[in-house]
């Protein structure tokens, strides 16, 4: 009796979860993944589901959205037409990339910039202290991860010093990512300095009734005066403190500086999510007036959970599809959708020599063996697949025919493409290219070539495992 009462509650929860999934239209691997969870394990598949299952922001962060649209809408129409590139004026697989990702974002190819790629973190801080230790006006942050020690402190004492001077400065910092900086002496320095700081999507237990909790701000954004500004892969972390006890090593990260419109405009996406969180009116202030620093054309493309689709999936795929000689790309964490990985493939299958590099070693186990499931499809399809060996290669870049590079936080992972608001910065530029495409050379030097025969040697229980994990890879 009791074991049909229990047969009848599994049932009743594989079917109550599996119409909540149908009655939302996800992908076919998230969706069969979930289903799967709840089959094999019903309650906690189904108490998962309802914990992390769909991309919930809540009732008032989905309003402020709507409301918010218009209003950015009207913003980039006021993007003045001096710093705008003429449609026609690039190359066609330029062209392709600009104008998906204009449709999708908004934002146009802008022109007049100054373009630095700073190769390592201890630069990146100081270059950073420098221009907050300049600053006239403004200073606006915005950094998934802040942790204290090292060269944060003097980056925390720069801010400080620059509120305290008259500065407006802001820090916005994800609540999860940033969680031992909100218990360190630092935020309280900051704030006592006048610095406004922002936690970003909070989390507690409460929340998670309403929201899903892992939906994240993976930002890196630093704006200066709104005529410079930083973005890429590097958190306010030092490498030489920040977990150290994961047995990866030093997380290896690169940046870019920028002079010039972009630099605003990255302020802009900036001020939409803090709208987003605070509930504020969006009102970034009248463009600047800047000189014309280079001749560099960029254009910055956001992304994030609040949209239906996956815009920077999309864009990716439309940039692999537009090369014609060659693909590099670097990411920490390689788990990507059937979409992506098919686009990589049949680049590699037409002639493009694709290579990726991935460290050798990450900070997770289970994204470790989902992404090595594709491995002997990667290897058998000719990519050349690189393994990092010094540290954690963090850096998320793709360069295509050294025309064209894509260049921020943006990992080739699901969590990337739908569940983490994320922002790129595309370079229509050949130096810049050519500058990116030179630090990869680097990774490639300290990286080792992985084998097709060598690999398909390893233990059948290990290939096993990948493939299970990487059938629920979708949930990662």
Request: proline share 4%; charged share 20%.
């Amino acid at each position: 009796m009791f074991l049909s009462f229990l047969y009848g509650v599994y049932i009743l929860l594989a079917v109550a979860v599996a119409l909540r999934i149908f009655s939302h239209r996800s992908s076919r691997g998230t969706a069969l993944a979930w289903l799967l969870l709840v089959i094999l394990v019903p309650a906690i598949g189904a108490l998962m589901y309802l914990l992390i299952g769909e991309r919930r922001l809540g009732r008032t962060w989905m309003q402020r959205a709507i409301n918010l649209q218009p209003q950015v809408v009207r913003w980039a129409r006021g993007i003045p037409a001096t710093d705008i590139v003429a449609s026609g004026s690039l190359s066609s697989a330029a062209e392709s990339i600009s104008r998906l990702a204009t449709g999708l974002a908004g934002l146009p190819v802008m022109a007049g910039h100054r373009l630095r790629l700073l190769a390592d973190s201890e630069t990146v801080i100081r270059s950073l202290i420098a221009d907050i230790n300049a600053a006239r006006s403004s200073v606006h942050l915005e950094f998934y991860i802040w942790n204290p020690g090292g060269f944060v402190e003097d980056l925390v004492t720069a801010l400080a010093n620059a509120a305290e001077r008259g500065v407006s400065c802001r820090a916005l910092m994800d609540s999860l990512g940033s969680r031992p900086f909100f218990r360190s002496a630092a935020i309280e320095r900051l704030r006592e300095a006048g610095v406004e700081v922002i936690e970003v999507l909070p989390v507690n237990p409460l929340r998670a009734l309403f929201v899903r909790l892992d939906l994240r701000d993976h930002r890196k954004i630093a704006v200066i005066d709104r005529g410079v500004a930083y973005t890429g892969s590097m958190n306010i972390a030092d490498p030489r403190f920040f977990k150290q006890d994961a047995g990866v090593g030093e997380w290896v990260d690169a940046m870019v500086r920028i002079e010039g419109p972009a630099a605003w405009a990255l302020e802009a996406v900036s001020l939409s999510l803090t709208a987003l969180q605070t509930g504020h009116d969006f009102s970034p202030p009248e463009p600047p007036i800047l000189s014309l620093t280079d001749n560099c054309r960029v254009q910055i493309f956001p992304s994030g959970p609040q949209t239906s689709t996956r815009h920077i999936e999309e864009l990716l795929l439309t940039a692999i599809y537009s090369a014609r000689r060659e693909i590099v790309l670097t990411t920490p964490y390689f788990v990507p959708s059937e979409t992506l990985f098919t686009a990589l493939r049949s680049a590699a299958t037409r002639g493009v020599a694709v290579t990726l590099i991935v460290p050798e070693k990450i900070d997770s186990r289970l994204v470790r063996y989902a992404s090595d499931a594709y491995n002997d499809d990667l290897l058998a399809a000719g990519i050349t697949l690189l393994r990092f060996r010094d540290g954690l290669l963090h850096t998320k870049s793709m360069v295509i025919d050294e025309q064209i590079t894509i260049f921020g936080t943006v990992n080739l992972d699901l969590r990337s493409f739908e569940l983490n608001f994320e922002v790129s910065l595309i370079a229509y530029d050949q130096r810049f290219s050519a500058e990116v495409r030179e630090l990869q050379r680097q990774y490639e030097s300290r990286s080792h070539a992985m084998q097709l025969e060598q690999w398909r040697a390893r233990p059948l229980w290990r290939r096993l495992l990948e493939n299970a994990i990487q059938v629920m890879s979708p949930l990662l």
